[in-house]
């Protein structure tokens, strides 16, 4: 076994290494481009949206199922069979600032990287290969990244490609952990 105390080095590298692969997969690679699309009439919408004074937060539509009684009410269900149905999540109005999300991404990857490292840690001992710790790292690392996304397909309506595509970024992420944790595993 190998102590949280003596997988410090890779921990702060693979987060740093992924927050930079992360930046490069959105600012460089061009298979987000068609993530996200305009609703037809965009100006009504957020004329609606603003004369209701719908704050920050997410929102359905129609919002009759909360609670889980709306499926016995005929007037939701109608509302669910002529949609539209979908989720809404707004955000607060004014210019969407790059630092804090930037800074709360390096704290996600530091808080995955610590989580993979104790796995890792409780189940490779020192001096173990590297690809053997690739490969534990790599499938934990993984999952964290890869297909926490998954959930919003099933149950959401996210569209599968952005899940996929998220489930590859993640892959992405995963192999730098990996190689990472690989490179600098305690001899």
């Known amino acids: ?50 004369a209701q004074k719908a704050g920050p937060g997410q929102y359905m539509i129609p ?37 804090g999300p930037m800074a709360m991404s390096v704290v996600f990857y530091l808080v995955v ?4 490292a104790y796995i890792a840690g409780r189940t490779t001992a020192p001096g173990t290969d590297y690809l053997h710790v690739f490969r534990v790292v ?12 998954v959930p919003d397909s099933i149950w959401f309506g996210r569209p599968w490609s952005v899940s996929i595509k998220g489930m590859f970024d993640g892959l992405l992420m995963a192999l730098v952990t990996a190689g990472t944790f690989g490179w600098l595993w305690p001899r």
């Open 1 to 50: 076994m190998v102590g949280l105390s003596g997988l410090y080095l890779p921990i702060v590298v693979s987060a740093v290494l992924t927050f930079i692969v992360s930046a490069l997969v959105w600012m460089v690679l061009p298979h987000h481009k068609k993530d996200w699309s305009a609703l037809p009439n965009e100006d009504a919408v957020r004329n609606a949206l603003n």
């Open 138 to 149: 790599g499938a934990v690392a993984w999952l964290a990244y890869g297909f926490g996304a």
């Open 113 to 116: 990287s610590t989580i993979v």
């Open 63 to 99: 919002a009759g199922m909360m609670g889980g009684q709306g499926a016995k009410d005929p007037v939701i269900m109608k509302k669910f069979t002529e949609g539209p149905v979908g989720f809404v999540t707004l955000r607060p109005p004014g210019q969407m600032g790059m630092g």
